[in-house]
């Protein structure tokens, strides 16, 4: 679901080898495949074939607009933070985002069933803008675009190697992309759901995916599907586990009026997971729970603290994305997307934070 928000100012090619190490009690690996032939002209996603856009950023050189020299927040340090605009008419709805091992290219998805493919580019750890930009729509079984057929609000992102799978929230469905040969071209392939998650509440279904890498965890090979906003009996939040040795359903205490809006899984086995609140009175509120994903099984009611919270006083919007790399100098690094519900109001955010642990 993407909450209207207003605020006084109210991404891509994907990873060539996205991967961290799949070692015993790690859990962050994630590789994609180069795209194999050159961008088309630029149009729009009336086409079925990538076209290279111009993805324009201006820099957020503070997070904290009441204290511009913060950088603490909690457990995160602001490192560098985009504003990102596009005469592309498609760009926008930003929704989930997986980068590669470096921090540099990624995939990102629209809620109007499109890719966005590219790479960040960085002067020292800053970021300072998006190259390498293509977009392209999803395309079905049939090889037509999904929102052809009322497919739309792609919300969750995960990879599995060469898979890419998507969460499709109104109508709750998931589809499997292999990007081996055809890259952002793959046709989707309908991958069976758990009848509960079938029946999630509409605009309040899958929110959030994470593959756990192969390895020795009880959870190896487990895609992780969490809900926005459906609940169990208890009014906590469903989520699901697909595949791997243990299939079944979890819950995730629902706190605070938060709802959840994605997730990522850290190679210190930790669920690293991104929620939201919205209200017209209280306005915007952005918390990280972390959850130990060694809790997680068929039955269980997990919980975890909170690691950051922010709110409209903060350089945030409706952020929807979240994804995390290690650099070369061992710092964890998250990165989080907004997804402006093309509205004139909001923005598409890029932000980035060192988690300090």
Known sequence: ??????????????????????????????????????????????????????????????????????????????????????????????????????????????????????????????????????????????????????????????????????????????????????????RGEVIALPPAARKLPFNRGIEALVMVPKGNQPLAGTLIAISERGLDAQGNILGFLIGGKSPGQFSIRRTEDFDISDAVLLPSGSLLVLERKFSWIGGVGIRIRRIALSSIAPGALVDGPAVFNADLGDEIDNMEGIDAHVTPEGDTVLTLISDDNFSLIQRNLLLQFTLVE
Do not use: C, H
Not at 11 to 19: D, K
Not at 37 to 61: C, G, H
Not at 152 to 176: H, K, M, P, S, W
């Open 1 to 186: 679901m993407s909450p209207r928000i207003g605020r006084r100012r109210v991404l891509a090619y994907a990873a060539a080898g996205l991967s961290v190490s799949a070692m015993p009690g790690r859990a962050l690996a994630q590789t994609a495949v180069q795209r194999p032939t050159k961008p088309a002209v630029p149009d729009d996603f009336s086409v079925t074939t990538p076209v290279s856009i111009e993805v324009n950023a201006r820099p957020l050189p503070s997070f904290d607009t009441r204290d511009r020299s913060r950088v603490r927040f909690g457990d995160l340090e602001y490192r560098s933070g985009l504003i990102l605009t596009s005469r592309f008419r498609g760009f926008g709805g930003l929704s989930g985002l997986r980068l590669d091992a470096r921090g540099e290219r990624f995939i990102a998805i629209s809620d109007k069933a499109g890719w966005f493919t590219g790479r960040i580019l960085y002067k020292g750890r800053e970021m300072i803008g998006l190259d390498d930009v293509e977009a392209s729509p999803m395309l079905g079984p049939d090889g037509r675009p999904i929102a052809s057929r009322g497919w739309f609000d792609t919300e969750a992102l995960a990879l599995d190697g060469t898979l890419v799978y998507v969460g499709i929230e109104r109508v709750n469905q998931l589809l499997r992309f292999d990007f081996t040969t055809s890259f952002t071209r793959a």
